[in-house]
């Protein structure tokens, strides 16, 4: 420790340091609390490695529940002696190859911290990695969770010539439960870009359930916009696909880099918790590959300037997205309006069809056209607003205005056969009784012969057909 030239004389500066390396180690170890994150890791790893295969399976062997993720990538760098380097591996933690790789040109490395590794402690007790070296012959090292130790040696059982392998177990116990099927669903959304541009196939070998998984990248639905503003931040382009869905709670807006997603729901974020990010009306995902992930989980953000650049890139898209979703919601309303018009309609035209006409059939406006449209054959020797009237020949007497009521004295010419269904049987005996016909009902036995054709309503046939009879 040194005193600081210049400035104030009392003040001393130094380099933080580890005080307890170990337990730094196990802080890193432990702070990914995610187990299917930590296998995403692994596969993140093997695609790395430019792995075309991988392949995870769930089992059991010995009485123990085991993971095991098998790839056919490049393996683990080998050393000056051509064997896989398991020895850098175990000694640089928080020091990943790939920083410097990529450093060098290398493109499409997702690794940067050196301790995904590790995250093993949180899904089982010891992990067994196995690669081979430059004359085939495979090497495997063994780390066990709690210790500080790791072994290399010669891997025995046969093991094919390219590619790594990751054993862990037995597993923990919240971990043993953890489904082929679960760890399926959860890698087609977490690695979907990376599956996609990489072209690596992933398969879920679920032997406890004797299933078998292929993850296919996840396929977002709705309507995809196209044409959004670009996203150009001061760091670089921040990629969007976002689709257009109807409003639901399982809609969201992911936020990924470089392929990763990081948050499922970038609603999270204090910044955009607010429309359209909580619209519940779009799906996919937005881009950022400049911004800074916590290392540990993986799912958080540094809130720093890169950030800060992410944020304000969004601003012109979100305005775009809020007026898209306004007009979306606009045309449900207006769609959902004349549904329930129709509806209703719907409604009414039932009724008027099974109740009698003449005491409903003040809602004459539409049910004229579901009532068949009788021709208008030159015969016909109906009053002319008859004439341009589809309705029955009872309802068609109505006049403008007047009352409907079975008992009004405004329509004297009608007789209660049209007023009523209940009167009708007593109707019957009057005009069996009378030598005077009902108006009504001498225009339904002039257009009888229209009828068949016509389709008239229900009650406009009972008259005709029971007319002829009795008169
Ligand atoms: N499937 C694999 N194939 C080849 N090498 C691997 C594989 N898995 C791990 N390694 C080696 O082990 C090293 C440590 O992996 P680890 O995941 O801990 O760190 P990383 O990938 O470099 O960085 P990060 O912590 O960001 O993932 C890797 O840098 C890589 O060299
Ligand atoms: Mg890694």
């Known amino acids: 420790m040194r005193a600081r030239p210049g400035k104030d004389r009392k003040a001393v500066v130094g380099r933080l340091r580890i005080g307890d390396h170990w337990n730094a180690i196990t802080i890193i170890a432990l702070s990914q609390s995610n187990p299917l994150k930590a296998i995403a890791e692994f596969v993140e790893n093997s695609i790395d490695a430019r792995a075309r295969n991988v392949s995870i399976t769930r089992g059991r062997e010995h009485g123990h529940h085991y993971l095991a993720i098998r790839d056919d990538g490049e393996g683990v760098p080998r ?70 130790a790791y072994a290399v040696a010669p891997k025995r059982s046969l093991f094919e010539d390219r590619g790594t392998e990751l054993h862990i177990a037995p597993l923990l116990d919240g971990v043993k439960a953890l489904s082929g099927e679960k760890i399926q669903w959860y890698l087609a959304s977490e690695l979907r870009d990376r599956m996609r541009e990489s072209g690596v196939r992933v398969t879920v070998v679920d032997r406890v359930a004797r299933k078998q998984y292929t993850v296919e990248p996840r396929k977002y639905a709705g309507q995809l916009l196209h044409q959004l503003p670009p996203l150009r931040a001061r760091l670089g382009d921040v990629y969007a696909e976002l689709y257009l869905n109807p409003a639901a709670d399982t809609n969201r807006v992911g936020l990924f880099r470089r392929g990763t997603r990081v948050l499922e729901d970038l609603a999270q974020l204090e910044d955009f918790a ?27 953000l540094i809130l720093d300037d890169a950030y800060g650049a992410f944020r304000d890139a969004c601003q012109p898209l979100e305005a775009e997205l809020v007026a898209i979703i306004d007009a979306q919601r606009r045309a449900e309303e207006e769609q959902a309006s004349r549904e329930l018009l129709r509806t209703i309609q719907r409604a009414f035209r039932e009724a008027l069809l099974a109740l009698p006409p003449e005491e409903y059939d003040w ?41 409907r009521s079975g008992s009004s004295s405004s329509s004297p010419a009608l007789c209660s056969v049209c007023r009523s269904r209940r009167r009708r049987a007593r109707c019957r005996s009057v005009h069996a009784a009378s030598s005077g016909r009902c108006p009504a009902i001498d225009r339904a036995a002039a257009s009888r012969s229209r009828s068949s054709s016509s389709g008239r309503c229900s009650r406009a046939a009972a008259h005709s057909s029971v007319q002829p009879t009795r008169s």
Not at 278 to 283: A, K, P, S, Y
Not at 367 to 385: E, F, G, I, K, L
């Open 79 to 148: 050393d000056t002696d051509g064997k896989p380097d398991f020895r850098y591996v175990a000694t640089h933690i928080g020091d990943s190859i790939k920083r410097r790789l990529r450093a060098e040109g290398a493109a499409g490395l997702q690794g940067e911290f050196g301790i995904g590794l590790l995250s093993f402690w949180t899904v089982g007790e010891v992990l067994t990695m196995t690669s081979t070296d430059n004359e085939q012959r495979a090497w495997q090292m063994t780390m066990c969770k709690g210790d500080p």
């Open 363 to 403: 809602f004459d406006i539409q049910v004229r056209s579901q009532r068949a449209q009788p021709p208008r054959s030159t015969s016909r020797t109906a009053a002319p607003d008859q004439a341009a009237s589809p309705r029955c020949p009872a309802s068609a007497n109505r006049r403008p205005g007047a009352r």
């Open 274 to 300: 607010r429309p359209p990010w909580t619209t519940g009306c779009l799906q996919g995902h937005l881009d950022a590959p400049f911004v800074n992930l916590t290392p540990g989980t993986r799912s958080g």
